[in-house]
């Protein structure tokens, strides 16, 4: 397939939250704009366990009816993060916490079987601050089952849902700098090491939560490093890409032509090396971005990071999100 053609094949998604599905120009907006979903909060252990002895599926539910009822992809975030643990689980990480993270996943797979595209397995495993040979960042999955704790997760994944591709979620891959360098680094030796015992590992989820006037446009690091990353079968999807633009002139028309080349610089060159499934964005339109909590800008005018105004309307990011395609 060519590779104009591929990537006519791309998914083009966002992340939601259900309570966004009673905006009608929200659900106008998806159903014209994207053609995969993926919850921002509703599959999270931390919400789906918030009740200790019974799971709470029914916001899962509903956004998957959503997808189902309108012929979106769907996509799983996330079965294991350390940063979505339910307060009943934080305390302990014995033999209890891994029977609870075990059967949390087991049986959410189960739930969803045959009718979601993907997982996002395991989210953010690496953490090269903490100091460790091999880079995993020490949570409580490590704490509990080991290294193998990666394995563990997408053998059980695997085993429930046969037909989902298995994806390993990481932030940052794609930052300039020696840190992002390291957690490169880390990536390839984790993956060449689970590749070698067999985990069922199908797609590097790269995150691509970037930052305008920061993310390098030709970024030869990080072209290598996608370079390797297809070389060992793997095929790639962006799975929360957003364009920050805290470091950008306050006024918007600038910001919203600044935010629109980051977009185009960073998928052309993606698109070029690597195999990518799918393209979502996290979030679809600027009023739901997380990035005002999470990247403040120090003038304190809100973010414009999205594809979609905050009435919806085509930003020249979503333009140029359509042209890299
Ligand atoms: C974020 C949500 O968008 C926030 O609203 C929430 O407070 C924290 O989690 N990487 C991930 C996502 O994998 O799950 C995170 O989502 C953003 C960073």
New binding site residues.
């Given amino acids: 397939m060519s590779s104009a053609a591929a990537r006519r094949n791309l998914l083009c998604g966002t992340?939601l939250?259900t309570s966004d599905l009673s905006a009608q120009p929200l659900t106008r907006a998806i159903l014209r704009d994207c053609n995969l979903v993926t919850p921002?909060?509703e599959l999270?252990w931390d919400v789906i366990g918030r009740h200790p002895h019974e799971p709470d599926y029914s916001a899962a539910d509903r956004l998957m009816a959503f997808a189902a009822d309108n012929g979106l992809a769907f996509h799983g975030?996330?079965l294991w993060?350390h940063?979505?643990i339910p307060e009943s689980r934080r305390a302990n990480q014995s033999m209890d916490f891994a029977q609870a993270a075990l059967r949390h996943l087991e049986r959410t797979v189960a739930r969803y079987a045959g009718r979601l595209r993907s997982w996002?397995v395991v989210?953010?495993p690496l953490e090269p601050a903490h100091g460790r040979q091999d880079g995993l960042r020490v949570s409580p999955f490590l704490a509990a089952f080991g290294p193998d704790y990666i394995e563990t997760a997408f053998r059980a994944a695997a085993a429930r849902d046969p037909g989902a591709i298995l994806v390993l979620?990481e932030?940052g891959l794609e930052y300039a700098g020696p840190e992002a360098e390291r957690k490169r680094r880390h990536m390839i030796d984790l993956l060449e090491r689970e590749l070698a015992r067999g985990t069922p590992i199908a797609c590097l989820g790269i995150?691509s939560?970037l930052t305008a006037l920061e993310q390098p446009r030709q970024h030869p690091a990080f072209r290598a490093f996608l370079r390797t990353i297809r070389g060992m079968g793997l095929s790639v999807m962006i799975?929360?890409m957003d364009v920050s633009d805290h470091l950008c002139p306050r006024d918007p028309r600038q910001r919203d032509r600044i935010v629109a080349d980051t977009y185009r610089a960073y998928l052309d060159l993606v698109l070029d090396e690597s195999r990518v499934l799918a393209v979502g964005t996290?979030?679809l339109a600027d009023f739901s971005t997380?990035l005002n909590?999470?990247r403040p800008r120090p003038d304190g005018a809100r973010q414009r990071p999205l594809l979609l105004d905050r009435a919806f309307r085509r930003k020249p990011a979503w333009h140029a999100v359509r042209a890299a395609f």
Avoid: I, P, R
């Fill in positions: 992340a939250c921002e909060y999270k975030h996330t993060w940063e979505a996002d989210n953010e979620n932030m995150q939560h799975t929360e996290w979030g997380w909590a999470f």
